[in-house]
């Protein structure tokens, strides 16, 4: 069992609607990390939490950390926030290593 | 302001061929960071560097060497490249610290034939 797991692996959606993308973690960890991976390939931070919730423009990501669980949102969604949306923990043991997870594939149809 | 920055960004080599990835950085950044992505899979660490002169093995490492002669350089090297060596390879860096973020070069992609 990986230590970071995503769901969904692939999601599909139409311009507008309400997104949720999820992140379960199996160690104990100082922070998670939200990145997006654009089609070109590049990738950037979204989101650095150690707890609660953060907001960013349309982008929201919240973190239990009791239930090893974090949540990324995206409300009124564009085809421009097609990407790959990836998961990253950083585990109490190796504070200078992410884990990923495999990653969400998110395509917005207009 | 480059960030970090990755050449080349593709290649392709014949099994046994070797090469050298390099990445730079003009961040100041202490850590450094080689990871390989493969389908359907997470992106997979395979050295890291917490300072110059220094190195260290993550997950996937066999087949692979590296140096940071220079702060700001991090070399990745394949001495006798092969098929299973297929991948899109991305270096990373990040200031000191178990929270800070890492910031990513573009990708190199890999074939090796």
């Known amino acids: 069992k990986n230590e970071v797991e995503q769901s969904p692996q692939n999601l599909t959606a139409q311009e507008g609607e309400f997104i949720t993308i999820n992140c379960s973690y199996s160690?104990?960890?100082?922070?998670l990390h939200w990145l997006q991976q654009h089609p070109g390939g590049g990738i950037v931070s979204l989101f650095m939490l150690s707890s609660g919730k953060k907001k960013h423009g349309r982008l929201i990501a919240t973190i239990n950390i009791q239930e090893k669980h974090s949540s990324l949102h995206i409300t009124a969604s564009h085809p421009r926030d097609s990407a790959v949306y990836i998961c990253a923990v950083r585990s109490l043991q190796g504070a200078q290593k992410l884990v990923f997870g495999q990653g969400t594939r998110l395509t917005i149809n207009p | 302001n480059a960030g970090v920055t990755q050449t080349p960004k593709f290649r392709v080599l014949k099994t046994g061929q070797s090469m050298t990835l390099l990445c730079a950085q003009d961040?100041?950044?202490?850590?450094m960071y080689w990871y390989r992505q493969d389908p359907g899979m997470g992106l997979r660490l395979i050295h890291y560097?917490?300072?110059?002169?220094?190195?260290a093995k993550g997950e996937v490492p066999d087949g692979y060497n590296v140096s940071r002669l220079k702060k700001q350089n991090f070399l990745l090297g394949l001495e006798s490249a092969a098929p299973s060596q297929t991948s899109v390879y991305f270096c990373?860096?990040?200031?000191?610290?178990?929270?800070?973020?890492?910031?990513f070069g573009a990708g190199t992609r890999l074939s090796v034939l």
């Open positions: 961040m100041n950044h202490e850590y």
């Open positions: 160690v104990g960890i100082s922070a």
């Open positions: 560097s917490v300072g110059e002169g220094t190195t």
């Open positions: 990373a860096s990040s200031t000191r610290g178990a929270k800070n973020i890492q910031y």
